[in-house]
């Protein structure tokens, strides 16, 4: 049996940032994957958005230290992971949304975000060419950001060995003991492990390996699409959201990249509940011809590519994070919603701080993030 002080389920968005910062403390890590390689999983479907702009503290807080993280990744580390400092633009063209947004601003800044009211002449200077008609302002957080998340799973990967941390790639969980609330035994396809501490960072996959420990949590995987084109002189700079409802989706947002490309992702309404992550035929349509409404300048653009990945969902849209009560070597970093990237840096660095520092700062994420919370609430920026 392979003994480890540290052992994290799942070399994604989570478990790469984790496996380095508890690495970096000078405690033996394991990190056990069941794909043949890092971010194989939902990795590799995120669209880059980095955002501390939540309505809530737990989540501000972690983004934004994900953003100090991910923003000097190449000062500080010499990984060029395409970190672009655009912010994040929510334009407004209805009154109940201007209502919400200007009511929730007041609730972000008291959580020290740096965030403002912009007039419908200060957007069309920040988006030059952006729709005009019936736009009543909106709120701008120039802070948030966005990077490639296949190199910055490299990075991560590669500061992870480079701390000692070790993989075991093509290995699945395929069952887990526990005695006197304790998990004393992992088994895989092809080894056996014990740890001090057990993390489930598996993604979409979370509540099947909360379901080997005989414990059940409520994280439900649901697909979205998205799209990349080819890239195109600078147009604009910040992740636009366009928060509007229409038929069969709730929300969309795109960005154009460090490279130039222009990235862009839609809700479905009603929710795709499942695994399939299948493209489908409706997707290009169905957003094309909203992103075409409030930004006529991406009319000629060519779409290089789309693809569907998976948002593990829990019931009021905020992650799972905290220690199982029945088994007290068992730690949950399960349900990010689709943000998983833009948590795991700064979740990573909390975790390990928590957990081998014995730092307390961050006690009230685990609060409001416990898995024994009610799931009453929902998160008005999911």
């Known amino acids: 049996m392979r003994k480890y002080d540290i052992l994290i389920i799942g070399a994604g968005s989570i478990g790469l940032p984790a496996a380095y910062y508890f690495a970096g403390k000078g405690v033996s890590v ?23 702009t939540h309505s809530d503290p737990a989540k501000i807080a972690i983004c934004q230290e994900s953003i100090r993280q991910v923003s000097t990744m190449e000062n500080n580390h010499g990984f060029d992971v395409n970190w672009k400092q655009g912010g994040y633009l929510y334009p407004v063209y209805l009154e109940k949304d201007k209502k919400s947004l200007k009511s929730l601003l007041e609730i972000q800044k008291q959580f020290k975000l740096n965030i403002d ?56 969980v395929t069952s887990i003991k526990t005695e006197n609330k304790r998990i004393t035994e992992i088994q895989t396809s092809t080894e056996s492990y014990s740890a001090g501490l057990v993390i489930n960072c598996a993604g979409a996959y979370g509540r099947d390996i909360a379901l080997l ?21 600078h147009l604009f700079d910040p992740m636009i959201v366009d928060i509007r409802p229409a038929d069969t989706s709730k929300n969309y947002y795109f960005y ?55 948002y593990p969902m829990t019931p009021d849209g905020f992650p ?13 970093a399960i349900g990010m919603c689709g943000q998983g990237f833009m948590l795991g840096p700064g979740l990573g660095k909390i975790l390990a701080e928590t957990f081998v520092d014995g730092n307390s700062e961050h006690d009230f994420i685990y609060k409001q993030l416990s898995p024994y919370r009610s799931f009453d609430a929902e998160e008005m920026l999911k």
Not at 320 to 332: F, K, M, Q, Y
Request: proline content about 6%.
């Open 30 to 52: 394991a990190v056990i994957e069941k794909e043949a390689s890092v971010g194989r999983g939902q990795n590799k479907a995120a669209i880059g958005g980095i955002r501390a």
């Open 320 to 332: 799972i994070i905290g220690i199982n009560r029945d088994i007290e070597n068992n730690l949950l």
């Open 213 to 233: 420990t005989g414990q059940d949590f409520p994280v439900y995987p649901d697909s979205h699409e998205a799209g990349i084109t080819q890239p195109v002189k």
């Open 256 to 310: 154009q990249n460090s490279e130039g490309q222009v990235v862009f992702c839609i809700t479905p309404e009603p929710a795709k509940v499942g695994l399939d992550c299948d493209n489908t035929s409706e997707f290009l349509p169905q957003i094309v011809k909203r992103m075409i409404d409030i930004y006529p300048r991406l009319r000629n653009l060519h779409v290089r590519r789309t693809w569907r990945g998976l």
């Open 117 to 172: 009211w912009l007039s419908p002449a200060e957007i069309s200077v920040l988006v030059s060419g952006i729709n005009m008609q019936d736009l009543c302002g909106g709120t701008f957080s120039p802070e948030d950001g966005s990077a490639s998340p296949l190199l910055l799973a490299d990075a991560y990967y590669q500061l992870a060995k480079k701390a000692g941390a070790q993989f075991y790639f093509n290995e699945e």
